[in-house]
């Protein structure tokens, strides 16, 4: 669920991110209220981006284990209805997400978020730390698949089996590692109060 950039000359692609970021807050919002209707135009725009099908679909590819609970215990729950409107509303919402990281360099993303975060300023919050935080956290997740990925990897070499434990233990400590290293090098940088 977490998208990369895909180059591109498509009206999207050349719309600044502030703009993207606004319409998705309008499309989110209209999503609450009608998220059915939304999948068209979700869909819509993902044809305007000119996105490939797969890369697509591999937006919400990791969603559907959470849409097929989520979809059955609101059918159990609310009936057939709200399990439709809610899972529609959780499906149109990360693909929206997805479209405007497939379509907006991270960086554009986090300038308007400096943007909209320097008028806290006045009241202590520096901008350019809260950019620096999201740009690690944005960094972190696929290291952090990349580390379970490697240790599963390992299990699976030694014969180990699919034991929660013997997967969490070394992931763990690689982890910790890998934030230790990261403190490391933002120290070394000045950037550790």
Same mark, same amino acid.
């Given at each position: 669920?977490?998208?990369?950039?895909?180059?591109?000359?498509?009206?999207?692609?050349?719309?600044?991110?502030?703009?993207?970021?606004?319409?998705?807050?309008?499309?989110?919002?209209?999503?609450?209220?009608?998220?059915?209707?939304?999948?068209?135009?979700?869909?819509?725009?993902?044809?305007?981006?000119?996105?490939?099908?797969?890369?697509?679909?591999?937006?919400?590819?990791?969603?559907?284990?959470?849409?097929?609970?989520?979809?059955?215990?609101?059918?159990?729950?609310?009936?057939?209805?709200? %399990?439709?409107?809610?899972?529609?509303?959780?499906?149109?919402? #990360? *693909? $929206? =997400?997805?479209? /405007?990281?497939?379509? !907006?360099?991270?960086?554009?993303?986090?300038?308007?978020?400096?943007?909209?975060?320097?008028?806290?300023?006045?009241?202590?919050?520096?901008?350019?730390?809260?950019?620096?935080?999201?740009?690690?956290?944005?960094?972190?997740?696929?290291?952090?698949?990349?580390?379970?990925?490697?240790?599963?990897? %390992?299990?699976?070499?030694?014969?180990?089996?699919?034991?929660? #434990? *013997? $997967? =969490?233990?070394? /992931?763990?400590?690689? !982890?910790?590692?890998?934030?230790?290293?990261?403190?490391?090098?933002?120290?070394?940088?000045?950037?550790?109060?």
């Amino acid at each position: 669920m977490i998208s990369w950039y895909l180059p591109g000359d498509s009206p999207l692609h050349r719309w600044s991110a502030g703009v993207k970021l606004g319409l998705l807050a309008g499309l989110l919002a209209l999503t609450l209220w009608q998220p059915v209707w939304m999948l068209g135009p979700t869909i819509g725009l993902y044809a305007l981006a000119r996105v490939p099908w797969r890369v697509a679909l591999a937006q919400v590819r990791p969603l559907w284990m959470i849409l097929a609970v989520t979809a059955g215990f609101q059918l159990l729950t609310a009936g057939w209805a709200r %399990a439709v409107t809610v899972t529609c509303g959780l499906l149109v919402s #990360v *693909a $929206l =997400a997805g479209l /405007v990281t497939l379509t !907006t360099r991270v960086n554009a993303m986090l300038d308007v978020l400096v943007t909209v975060v320097r008028p806290l300023r006045r009241v202590g919050v520096d901008p350019e730390r809260v950019a620096l935080l999201l740009a690690l956290t944005i960094r972190c997740v696929p290291l952090l698949a990349g580390i379970v990925s490697t240790v599963r990897e %390992a299990q699976v070499a030694r014969g180990a089996g699919r034991n929660p #434990v *013997a $997967l =969490a233990v070394p /992931v763990v400590i690689r !982890t910790l590692r890998a934030a230790d290293a990261l403190g490391e090098a933002l120290a070394a940088r000045g950037l550790d109060d």
